[in-house]
């Protein structure tokens, strides 16, 4: 079969068994590698349908502009689908994520604009904020906000919760995924749990971050908020787009740990994948007494290490981190 254009490829990921990382676990456990994705990342699913939504909403017409604030992997999808479909794209990121991935989206055609991480998000010069600004000064724009734009979560309704359901025979006991906006958690439990109700719902937070602490009180937890150094995961918001009601619990996981475990992958299953996968790889081994020998774990992995060559993937930034 020959696709039609590059989104054609989008979905339909692999899932594979953990084999060496996993001592301990009682489990089996499975990842759904989703740098097998275009883009080489899992965004490039809700890139799609936020687009396809865009354009029957009659938001996004002919030539015109998509702008979003992104850490690089939205970009990257949103920038695929644009080429596709004939639209230009503006994204405002911030200044901690890897200069990989903003020379990535450039490579792509996108403009890019690099914010301060260090501003509160209602900050002018956030980039949440500067991506509002920017779509009411450009004509025919559209802000497509991943964190509140609901379409993130049917993606992974519509694409990501019925693989993994039909990849496992619908054997999953537990489902461990890291979380930022929430789109592939909240999305995927909810198909999950309507087949299921007894699959297990465990998001991945980072320290720095207020989801765990607001799941459980359901309030922002100001104490808990700090600059962290994982990438795609932990929030200093409550995006629309969690649905803490699907998620049993949160584990958090040390920036230290995050990065060690994903070198662990690399380097034991074959695996060169992106930061925040070393994370959800913690998460599983947080919750490994809770786990009996018949049960099926899955694991998200969300991208590809190539972004991260100047980072997780050097020993030097591990050693100026005191990561080891
Ligand atoms: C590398 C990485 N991991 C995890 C996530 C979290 O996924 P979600 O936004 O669907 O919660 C993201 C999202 O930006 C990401 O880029």
């Known amino acids: 079969m020959i696709l039609n254009n590059i989104t054609e490829a989008i979905g339909n990921t692999p899932m594979v068994y953990l084999n060496n990382t996993v001592d301990g676990i009682p489990a089996k456990v499975a990842a759904k590698v989703e740098y097998f994705n275009p883009g080489n990342s899992i965004k490039d699913r809700m890139a799609l349908n936020m687009i396809l939504k865009a354009e029957e909403e009659g938001k996004l017409k002919p030539g015109g502009t998509i702008i979003e604030g992104t850490s690089g992997n939205t970009g990257m999808g949103l920038a695929l689908v644009a080429i596709a479909r004939g639209y ?13 991935k903003v020379d990535i989206l450039r490579a792509v055609g996108a403009k890019v604009e690099v914010c301060p991480t260090a501003v509160a998000p209602e900050d002018p010069r956030s980039y949440y904020s500067r991506a509002q600004t920017l779509s009411e000064e450009i004509e025919n724009s559209v802000y497509l906000n991943q964190y509140f734009n609901l379409a993130n979560q049917e993606a992974h309704y519509m694409t990501t919760g019925p693989e993994i359901w039909k990849q496992t025979e ?113 998460g599983v081994r947080q919750i490994k007494d809770e786990l009996k020998e018949t049960d099926l774990v899955v694991v998200v992995f969300h991208d590809h290490g190539s972004r991260y060559v100047g980072k997780v993937y050097n020993d030097d930034w591990l050693k100026e981190k005191n990561f080891i």
């Open 88 to 100: 230009k794209c503006i994204f405002t990121t911030t200044d901690k994520q890897s200069k990989e």
């Open 170 to 282: 619908g054997k999953i006991t537990h489902l461990v995924v890291g979380v930022g906006t929430g789109g592939t958690i909240s999305g995927t439990a909810k198909y999950l749990k309507e087949q299921n109700p007894d699959v297990k719902i465990i998001g991945v937070d980072t320290y720095g971050s207020t989801l765990k602490e607001y799941h459980e009180t359901g309030k922002i937890d100001e104490s808990a908020i700090y600059p962290y150094i994982t990438e795609g995961i932990g929030e200093d918001i409550i995006p629309s787009n969690i649905d803490f009601s699907l998620i049993d619990k949160f584990v958090k996981v040390t920036d230290q740990d995050g990065a060690l475990a994903t070198r662990e992958l690399a380097e034991r299953e074959g695996m060169f994948v992106g930061y925040s996968c070393g994370s959800a790889l913690c």
